[in-house]
């Protein structure tokens, strides 16, 4: 009888879930790189990039898919010979994988501050316009006047749509460092981590946030040198190794995030173990001062130090966890801020899992870089057994949403239309499981009137008596 039962729960158990979705939190591989390549237009090009070793100065960065489910990667020029710094991953009859400049390789072109010099925070909205956050500074020198910026395009087009380029006080030459950004399509508005990094190593770094309005086209800097957007005194360690090895890395505001219903921001400096969030009302309102704005800020602690964070349309918040290799969700932290669940997690092939983008289909895809290691110098490029030393991955995991953008709103029709389409589902599942069952006692009698009580070495003999 208990064999029975036993048999019965575990149908009960798999037919359900024969019906839905993939597993939440199952991930799988979508992009391995151990050196990355850019399709080149010269043999010359070509040759620079391989004979001068640039492809170990290149890190893949931040990622995002379009409408069309095209991935976008930024390789930020924090070192020298990086071709290009925003691009599409193409792939040949071999599966060799290729950066493919976006918008074109003259958009690309390093000195030039009409161009795009290093990018590497971007988003990708709802409407398939891209906005690309170019930082400006490249190989740790100061930016040329003029290339800290943000340029939106559509891509349908690749039409230009806007342009706006902060002002030294807005983001400063030398010691900004514009890191991450979100946008709210229906007011129009982008927000901007900026990190604060400082060109000299050892002057204090100068976080902040950036308020961008695209109706005015016009940018404010708030949150400027607040706890909450500078570092605080972690130094922090991976697999047990600090980083860096010799004094603690120190990054202001990185990781930010947009509730889908466009009213909280969340952010938190990289070298933190604490989000915050604040009221977009605010941010809004240009006549308040940072006095005023730190008065609206409020700290959610967390396990880990993150990079990226990420809200999903069903108010998810997805956050990096750089310290235990791991993505966190957290469902409605607005609500519940110490209640999460661990997404994913592994210390070998998720480290320093470092942007969050969607791939319109259900995942998140997550950028794991091994940043720290690439920092330190530490990594492997081998161009003859690429494979053997996997440097960057794009993973995509299963989460049953899609990004903020794409959020709807709920309303009492379609709510209630949904639910009743759940309800239909629902008993069917139930009237399935309940024939399947019947099925299965009639199978099982079958069984047991054809054999005569013949032991089975496959259960112990204390489930064979139970059978009997
Ligand atoms: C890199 O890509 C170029 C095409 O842009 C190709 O000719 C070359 O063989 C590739 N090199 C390596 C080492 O992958
Ligand atoms: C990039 O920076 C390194 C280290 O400061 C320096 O040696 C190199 O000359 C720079 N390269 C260029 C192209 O500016
Ligand atoms: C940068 O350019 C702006 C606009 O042309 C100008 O007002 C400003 O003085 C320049 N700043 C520097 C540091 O050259
Ligand atoms: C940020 O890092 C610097 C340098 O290590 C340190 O002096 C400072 O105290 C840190 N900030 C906080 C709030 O701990
Ligand atoms: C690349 O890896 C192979 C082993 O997989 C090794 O024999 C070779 O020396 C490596 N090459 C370089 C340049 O590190
Ligand atoms: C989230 O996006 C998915 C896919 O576009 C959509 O089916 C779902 O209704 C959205 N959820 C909300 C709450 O907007």
């Not at 950036?210 to 940018?219: G, Q």
Request: hydrophobic fraction near 40%; proline fraction near 4%.
């Amino acid at each position: 009888m208990q064999f029975k039962l036993i048999f019965v729960f575990s149908l009960l158990i798999f037919i359900p879930n024969s019906f839905s979705n993939p597993v939440i939190g199952q991930k799988t591989l979508v992009y391995a790189w151990n050196y990355v390549n850019y399709t080149f237009q010269t043999q010359e090009e070509t040759d620079e990039y391989f004979n001068n070793k640039y492809y170990e100065n290149v890190f893949v960065a931040g990622v995002k898919v379009d409408s069309f489910g095209r991935y976008f990667v930024t390789t930020p020029r924090w070192k020298e010979g990086i071709p290009a710094t925003l691009g599409i991953v193409i792939t040949d009859a071999e599966d060799n994988l290729y950066i493919q400049p976006y918008p074109s390789w003259e958009m690309n072109k390093l000195g030039d501050p009409n161009a795009l010099q290093s990018v590497l925070g971007f988003e990708i909205d709802n409407q398939d316009r891209i906005w690309i956050l170019d930082q400006g500074k490249c190989n740790g020198s100061a930016a040329i006047n003029g290339s800290i910026k943000l340029l939106i395009y559509d891509l349908k087009t690749d039409n230009l749509i806007q342009k706006y380029v902060f002002s030294e006080s807005e983001a400063s030459l030398s010691n900004s460092f514009l890191n991450d950004i979100v946008v709210d399509v229906v007011d129009g508005f982008g927000y901007i981590s900026d990190s604060g990094l400082p060109l000299v190593e050892g002057d204090e770094l100068d976080g902040g946030i950036l308020v961008y309005d695209f109706n005015k086209n016009t940018a404010k800097r708030v949150l400027n040198h607040q706890t909450c957007t500078q570092n605080s005194s972690l130094w922090i360690s991976i697999n047990g190794e600090h980083v860096y090895h010799d004094q603690p890395m120190e990054t202001g505001a990185d990781g930010i995030a947009l509730s889908p219903d466009r009213t909280v921001l969340v952010f938190c400096p990289l070298t933190s173990r604490t989000n915050y969030r604040i009221n977009t009302e605010y941010l809004k309102n240009w006549k308040l001062n940072d006095n005023e704005l730190v008065q609206h800020v409020v700290s959610m602690p967390k396990l880990s130090a993150s990079d990226g964070l990420a809200f999903g349309n069903n108010s998810v918040l997805f956050v990096t966890g750089l310290e235990t290799s791991s993505i966190y969700s957290y469902d409605n932290p607005i609500q519940n801020p110490s209640k999460f669940e661990i997404l994913t997690s592994d210390t070998q092939s998720m480290l320093w899992p470092d942007t969050i983008g969607f791939d319109h289909q259900g995942n998140i895809v997550v950028v794991s870089n091994q940043l720290h290691k690439f920092l330190m110098n530490e990594l492997v490029f081998n161009l003859t057994n690429p494979m053997d030393f996997i440097n960057f991955r794009i993973w995509k995991i299963y989460a049953d949403c899609d990004s903020y953008l794409f959020y709807s709103s709920p309303q009492p029709s379609s709510t209630s239309s949904s639910s009743s389409s759940n309800t239909v589902r629902n008993v069917f599942i139930a009237l399935t499981a309940v024939f399947a069952v019947g099925f299965i006692f009639l199978l099982i009698n079958q069984f047991r009137l054809h054999r005569k009580y013949k032991p089975r070495r496959m259960f112990s003999p204390e489930t064979n008596s139970l059978l009997n």
